[in-house]
Structures are given as structure tokens and as C-alpha cells.
């Protein structure tokens, strides 16, 4: 079985000579060839309950991650980073498909697990082989989606500037919602190719990953 335990995942560091339309452009390309690896047209055998439940999440998991770009790309914010929520959800919900115990298995497939962000984060970490661990960070980042996705502070303190009722997102946390996604997006790939054993798309993943990671250093986004 592969591992993805010594990847090191890369943050994209943008400079403002990149337009946020060309960074989203970009991140929606990437999200679209890595989705590409396991959507086009291939026929999957499942072996276990798991294989299928980790196949409908990638599903998902694109999905959310399109949707996001997409409304960024026709200048809606609001429900771009209401998603964002899901879209981890979505991801983490697969990683438990793929690593949980059969009881957590069942549950995801009975629509009765309920997501424990931290522990799931900190398993994950472990994997990558991360020194970043978890923190108490990680409840502020959980309470803001949270507010994000249901309508909460964080939205609301959005839809005002000055005098004026209208969205006032910047376009440094439109940038940073934007790379936020990105690391998602390929472990999902990663994890994915990996547990099934999906070896020619798994080596085509940190391919794509360490072009990315090369491109952040040198071209200020993904290739």
C-alpha cells in the first residue's frame, strides 16, 4: 500500500502582482485535472463497504470545492465561504471512511456520524507526518465555519460597509479562502489513489503537488 505520511503539503504564498480572478482561475483548473484523475469515465471495482462510501465523499468533496471557485468567480462570497464548512466535513467524513472503525463505517453509510473536527484533524496531521499538530486554534477556526455557514457573525459583520448594506468581503480573505481549499484538495487526491491503490494516479498526484509547490515559490500560484 502507498503512503502519503512524508508528503509535505506546500501553502501557496501569492504576491499581489497575481489577480485574485487569475488565482481562482487557477485553483479551479487544479481542482478540475485532480478531480479528473478518478472521474473520467474509469470503472471502479469496490472490494470493501468502504471503497464506494470513499468514492461518493471524493465525489463530494470536488463538488463543494468547484462550487466554492465558482461562486468566487461570479462575485459571491457569501455562500463561497458557507461552504467551506461542507467541504471539509466532506473531506474529513472520508478519511473516516478510510481509517475509522467498522462502527464509524456504519454510521456514515446510516446518515448518523457526526463529525469530531479535532480528532479526525489531529489523525490526519499524524499521517502527513506534520509537526503542526492541533491546537486551541483549531476550535476558533471550527466556531468561525461554523458562523460562516450558518449565517452567524461572521457572515453578517460582512454585509455592511460604512453606511452602505452590501457585501464588503476583501480581496485578501477571497485570496485566502481560495488557498485554504488548495491543501484539501490534494490530500483528498492523495488519500484517495492511495487507499485504493490506485498506483499510476496516486504517482501523477504528487506529481501535480510538487508542481504546485514549485509554481507557489516561483510563478505565485498553481500551475
Do not use: C
Not at 472521474?39 to 468547484?66: C, G, I, M, P, Y
Not at 463561497?80 to 462502527?103: D, H, I, Q, S, Y
Amino acid at each position: 500500500m502507498m503512503t502519503t505520511s512524508k508528503v509535505r503539503m506546500a501553502t501557496a504564498t501569492t504576491h499581489s502582482i497575481v489577480r485574485t480572478e487569475d488565482l481562482i482561475t487557477r485553483a479551479r483548473n487544479l481542482s478540475e485535472h485532480l478531480q479528473l484523475l478518478l472521474s473520467n469515465d474509469r470503472q471502479h471495482v469496490n472490494k470493501t463497504n468502504r471503497d464506494a462510501l470513499v468514492l461518493l465523499h471524493w465525489s463530494l468533496v470536488f463538488e463543494h470545492h468547484q462550487g466554492i471557485l465558482l461562486l468566487l468567480q461570479n462575485g459571491l462570497p457569501a455562500p463561497a465561504f458557507a461552504l467551506m464548512r461542507p467541504l471539509e466535513e466532506a473531506f474529513l467524513r472520508m478519511f473516516v471512511a478510510m481509517n475509522g472503525t467498522e462502527k464509524q463505517v456504519a454510521a456514515l453509510w446510516k446518515g448518523t456520524y457526526r463529525t469530531d473536527f479535532e480528532t479526525v484533524w489531529k489523525q490526519i496531521y499524524e499521517q502527513i507526518g506534520s509537526q503542526a499538530g492541533v491546537g486551541p486554534w483549531l476550535q476558533t477556526k471550527i466556531k468561525g465555519l461554523h458562523g460562516f455557514t450558518h449565517g452567524g457573525k461572521e457572515q453578517l459583520v460582512r454585509q455592511a460597509s460604512g453606511s452602505d448594506i452590501v457585501s464588503s468581503y476583501t480581496d485578501d480573505e477571497i485570496r485566502s479562502l481560495v488557498q485554504e481549499t488548495i491543501p484539501v484538495a490534494f490530500l483528498t487526491a492523495l488519500f484517495t489513489t492511495a487507499f485504493l491503490d490506485y498506483q499510476t494516479e496516486h504517482q501523477r498526484a504528487v506529481e501535480m503537488l510538487n508542481e504546485y509547490s514549485q509554481g507557489a515559490t516561483t510563478r505565485d500560484g498553481p500551475v
